[in-house]
């Protein structure tokens, strides 16, 4: 347990000395600039709209919840982002971990300490856990905020949401960690963004189902989901914070028709912990 | 445990694929000895290291480290390892870089300060422990390499080419290092190309070829065994040059110079009176002694077992 805290602390190290804490922080810090500018003249338009026309008591009622509407969408949309970015940063800080220090040869004075090789594996995941952590708490935060402050409006069950978000970003993470106790940097950041573009494509063909009512699509859409069940953490975490109206409507971009069940996220959990004994398991037994 | 070998293996074997790395390595390494592991490249000595370090799980056989059988981790807090064509976390400073690799051999915190502080003035780099290693030259790497071998005070020391890519002066430390080590009755594992590295620094070598040993050494042995003297000398009449036979047998000669193959260098005294009394001009007697590299090429073959 020892060996995992001194190796987790040198993983988080290891990234801010090598600079990616600080680009990840200036293009976050970018990010959620832009992001706040869009989110401010949007919202003032509508306003506009709204003073222009509404004049009775009826009508008024009326765009406030279009209104609510309108910074929810906007609100997931940058969360759908959000998501995005820090998938990108989960499977990118992962890839190149082990393939690298296997190849460089840095791994074995590490390895030749006494201490266990599933060490290695735990202290790694630890660190880029922690890192992935502060990196989606300042973006999503940094959203959740900036639409608070503009207009007083916050989703509901909001850190349910953001807590599957992280699940998801974790879970990718794990994924290339695991591959990175095999294969080459290159061929983990391909294997991952595959894995994931194929849940992604899932996802929809399930949503469409739901949609049209074809059973079908909806089980080739729960199938990628068990090949690889990210996507649905981002439709569970979004069915969580989404406006009950955007949910009946059905079918947004950045919202969610067909809802992941509870025990989908339960899968989710257990996945993430195979993947990493997984992980274990293979960095044990190669040769080094 | 002091009466264990510090290595000692049977049959160790390693196929990798179609390719067999080390045939059937058997090898015993008492503690204190200083040994060296020659063979040609791709003799498998390096793969014999890592087997021996737990890198590599060994297709059969067996070994054992101090005692304790290879895949127990806990007598790895006494070896200390020094990898060929390593890279270290580039992004630590010196300090840094030996505090995360104390810390992995389970060190107490202000025995680790004082063990890195003593290991930075050792191999001289106490006005760099506060700058990164990316900007550490090669020979400055191999010496912040060195001393992460020694932070834990191992009783076996596993060097792989430990002084490729030093200058002579880093060349002198790793040597002046061993000495030391030997002193202290830490067993050091060398393996070198470096044949006059390894002649004046082993007590013992193993000649590897195919991953097997071919033949094990004794490097004092070199020292009292046939000798070739080359004898430079003015006034050697046909007399004197026949009187040498009872030494050994003339094996070539010129104007002023004869070559001698005599039985023990301690016969040199002898000779060199006898030659006096003769009332030649001795200029220079100087024993050829045979290298290491001459055994090497013997033992191994000019192909380097290729």
Known sequence: MKNTWILARATFREAIRRRIVLTGLVLGLCFLVLFSLGFHFIIMQISQAETNGATDLANRAIRRAADTEGQNALLMAGLYAVTFLCIAMAALLAADTLAGEIGSGTIQTIVTKPIRRSSVIFGKWLGFA????????????????????????????????????????????????????SFSALATGGIVFGLYGLAFIGGWIEQFGAVLNNATAVKVGIIASLIIPSETLWRRAAYEMQSPLAGALGMSPFGTTSVPSPLMIGYALVYLLMVLGLAVRVFNHRDL | ??????????????????????????????????????????????????????????????????????????????????????????????????????????????????????????????????????????????????????????????????????????????????????????????????????????????????????????????????????IRARGLTTETISGLARWGKTAAMETESLTLNISAETNLPEITRYLVAQGADVFAISPQRTSLEEIFIETVGKDGGL
């Open chain 2, 1 to 230: 445990m002091p009466t264990a070998p510090a290595i000692e293996t049977h049959e160790l074997r390693k196929v990798f694929g179609e390719n067999t790395a080390v045939k059937g390595l058997t090898l015993l390494v008492q503690q204190g000895e200083v040994f060296g592991f020659l063979g040609p490249n791709g003799a498998g000595k390096t793969t014999s290291i890592k087997m021996l370090l737990g890198l590599i799980t060994p297709t059969s056989g067996s070994a054992a480290l101090l005692g304790a059988p290879i895949g127990d981790r806990s007598v790895l807090a006494r070896v200390g390892f020094l990898p060929e064509h390593f890279r270290f976390q580039d992004w630590l400073t010196a300090a840094e870089f030996l505090e995360l690799h104390g810390q992995l051999y389970g060190m107490q915190p202000g025995d680790l300060r004082t063990r890195i502080n003593e290991l930075l003035e050792r191999v001289g780099l106490s006005d760099f422990r506060g700058k990164q290693l990316r900007t550490f030259s090669k020979g400055m790497l191999q010496r912040i390499g060195l001393a992460q071998a020694l932070l834990n005070r191992p009783l076996l020391v596993c060097l792989d080419e430990p002084t490729s890519g030093l200058d002579p002066v880093g060349r002198r430390l790793v040597r002046d290092i061993i000495h030391e080590l030997r002193a202290q009755g830490t067993c050091v594992f060398l393996n070198s190309h470096l044949l006059s590295e390894i002649e004046v620094t082993c007590d013992r070598v193993a000649f590897i070829r195919h991953g097997e040993v071919v033949r094990l050494l004794e490097l004092a042995s070199l020292d009292s065994g046939q000798t070739t003297v080359t």
């Open chain 1, 130 to 181: 922690w890192l992935l952590g502060l990196y989606f708490l300042l973006m999503a935060g940094g959203i959740v905020l900036s639409v608070w402050i503009q207009t007083g409006y916050s989703p509901d069950h909001l850190l349910t949401g953001l807590a599957l978000i992280y699940l998801e970003a974790l879970l990718i993470m794990t994924i290339s960690l695991a591959c990175s106790s």
